[in-house]
């Protein structure tokens, strides 16, 4: 058998000098097909390992180019984004996924290992390619086990090239993210255990890759008089009397957070890249995966002599750990001055009513409406449970907890490998009839599979209604940020309860929904989706809570399988798709 | 380019059943190619994370199995070992060597990565399969990055069908290692930073695994009534009135240690599986990399009443790291009853010329003789020096840097992709005339390169000078312990200062040279060794100091690479031999 590889080998030199010019001149000379799609945007990123401690505690991260947060990759609506990323962690693999991008043509450059691509390996370089073709606050993040919480994470900030139905002076990112002091491996082993081991609250929350500590330990924000200049908080300098455009996200690893502006009332603009019907909060609830842009006024009205807290709490969980805390420093105050009041308190974490409201209201731009069609062509209804499964703590939907497969999906439908994939398919369904939402889950069929991938019919009209439930403890149910890949979804409605599709359906907005990429599943409540499957490839439907999706809390949808182009050869080199492979 | 895929990943699912049939009926059915070849002896490892606390300090471990040694393998001369490893390791590659193995026919099966295979990715299954032709004491151990230091190692015990020069009543294994809290991802860090940030010295000693703490914090060995029963000590049971072999390994990443049992003189018999004409030592000096088995009396002389410390200390570094102690437990005493002595001092760390005795006092038993040649056809000369090289620290031969290649070189050589290596020729010697090996290195021509590489003539007797000098401190010549993959070579001598090859060569010892396939480089010294260059393959020379390999001290040695069988398919898949590489 082994004889095949000497020709395939030995013709690999001209092949890949071919290919090394035609990318040269794609990227470097913008030919016609990259005029087409606008202009080439184009970043050179090395993943390393670099030593961080935004909260005084010095952990290795893995970084982009010695960075957390890394870059943020600033693009116009219509550019071709080009990242080439090199590997640089010695023994460790790894993808990036650009987070509310859809790939439209390009399914193979989402960077989601086991669905899209082979990992990255030490030492490769390996270029996603992809065109931004709506402006609006996007992210990128590693999607390779659980990567994302060491620090590969960053925005994306796609300008319009048209005019928006708002406008400000000046805008800046703000990402939210949460901080252990554990890694990415100590959390595998914990979550794998048997008993299982909880990995727990996370020991920060980051505002744009910094926490607040006070000089004089132990001394809370308010008593402070001077922040620890080692791990200094962020601090984002403003001008008085202007309107200034933040667009936040979230990426935690595990927790919804609340964020607020001392004494700024933010007006939302923008969700996951859409325009939203202006409406003011507080605070702003930001579930991992979501993005909003905000215009805050910086008002002479204010007293400017003085800076004010920004706040990102933990919500929806009883958490031990603290409010992240940054400062909004009006000019010309000292960027570090601490604001001479105690932070906000913020809302109670257990206020779920308040979060609903908040998740209601965002409601699509009325000059932007994009209607959902009025009806779908099937319901997938996913019930979310926790289970035990051969003795370790999963999550499943409708019984199967995702295990993902060794060799890429977009590559076994595409190459006609699916014998390396569990044939069973998955249930459209649950027994909505007997099962209860609001006990511990019984159902000891759940099993780990690679089979959880739905087929859906080519542009055919998908509903998803998510289904929360009970989990192992007795009255807890938790809140799931769940994303879709490939994709913005309209968000037709959320209800408390057990979803009944003969009355609940009548409830869906389907006048101006927003369509947005993430979106909440709250306790003991369910959120109804719909999305045209249109967009030919392979995507990850899954929980953004990493913990979640490591313990199998994911679906995937096919869509067009056979429309998807050649796949590029890079993505390869993984399970069946390795040159020879002996068992 | 692209079509290329697809009639190969489509035939692929026949090859693989066939081949996974060959594989089941080779090892399985023991057919005539395995008959000839001795019986089959096969293990099945899981490689993954593990929490192990050795000396009492929680530490993310990559285990075998668990375990950390890992599974001794028993196994006899002339059988066929078989190991079926899974990485389960979330996101990271992992290659095992199977070190002191020759891997006579299997040069595939070294498991080093860069050189003989790819590294297993998560989720696949390697099989090494080699035949242990000769009977000895051997060790396994990761080689990739640095996760040696992580914990991946254990012992090979290959009993000799034949009768030995000695005997003994039962016997033991004991593997020495040094053991750190950091891991290698932050020593990778730290090792590769500007400016240059030294690991440190290890944090314990661990015999078998173990490290020593008292009950009492703080309490030294000699005044502690009880150790932590949390992290205890190795016990050794014997029975009085008893000779034992004790088959001792070190695996340090950095330490050389001296190792020695409290009133217990030990007589050496076997180094790196070769029987050495016995001699008696009160320590024994362990180079990394190294085995001796020794035989100790438990005589009836003794106080049996009582257990007696096994002490191994850091020698030829001035180490703040304490003596790894394990108790030498006497029938019937209980098996962690402290010794009512002191642990025994051991030699003082920087007595070098007692070093330099035992090296040279180690021959071959003179009924095991198996003289080298008279001659050799070629002459290597390698100066030992650690540079300055693009601002970063590194460890040059000839002034040559070796940068581990994308492309293994077994892969490369052998089917001819060439290209992918440096192909400047490394130098034979360097200026012997001018280079003063007690001044700081000035050797501003020191470069980083894949081009390590020395092609020998195959069957040609090949000397290899090992020249030691001072580091970029003055006044300091480091211990390096050398490790020749694929062979063992005979020692023909050490000496000090500057080899002289008119006058030196004289001094050789062509009688009745140990074979060995590691050795020390004592300071300011040389070594030099002698091997037949008959083993078709592509084989690692380097230092066994994980760190100072990691910063190139290392060299590549082609020989017969014509003669190599058909390269198995499983240790591709990285580099060039991926299935198609964009660039």
Redesign the interface.
Known sequence: ??????P???G??L??T???LC?LVYVMDLPSAAKAAGKVNKHVWDV????VSPDCYKK?AITINGLVPGPTIHAVEGETVVVQVTNS??????AIHWHGIRQIGTPWSDGTESVTQC?I?????F?YQFVVDKAGTYMYHAH????LGDGIYGMIRVKAAHKEPFSYSSEHEILLSDWYHK????H??DLSSEPFVWVGEPNSVLIQGRAFACNEPGTEAGQCKEPNRKCSPFSLNVRPGRTIRLRIGSLTALSTLSFEIEDHEMTVVEADGNYVEPFKVKHLYLYSGETYSVLIKTSPKKDRSRNYWMVAKVVSRESSTPSGLAILNYNFNPPLALPPTDPPAGPHWNDTSDRIDQSVAVKAHHAYLNPPPKKSDRTIILLNTQNKIEGKVRWSLNNVSLNLP?TPYLIALK???S?VLDHKIPPDSYDVENYDIHSVPKNTEAHPSTGGLYRLKFNSIVDVILQNANTMTPNVSETHPWHLHGHDFWVLGYGRGKFNMATDTASYNLTNPIMKNSVPLHPYGWTALRFRADNPGVWAFHCHIEFHFFLGMAVVFEEGIDQVG?????I????????????
């Open positions: 058998m082994g004889n095949m590889v000497k395939f080998l030995q690999r030199r092949l890949e071919f290919l090394v990318l390393r390992y670099n030593y290795l962690l010695v023994t460790e693999n790894v990992a390996q030490p030492g490769d370089t270029v390779y086990g659980m990567q890694n990415a491996y100590e595998a082993i060794h190459e006609n490998l014998y050649e796949l590029p050869d890079s390869m080199g993984c399970g069946e798709t390795k040159p020879f492979v002996k068992p």
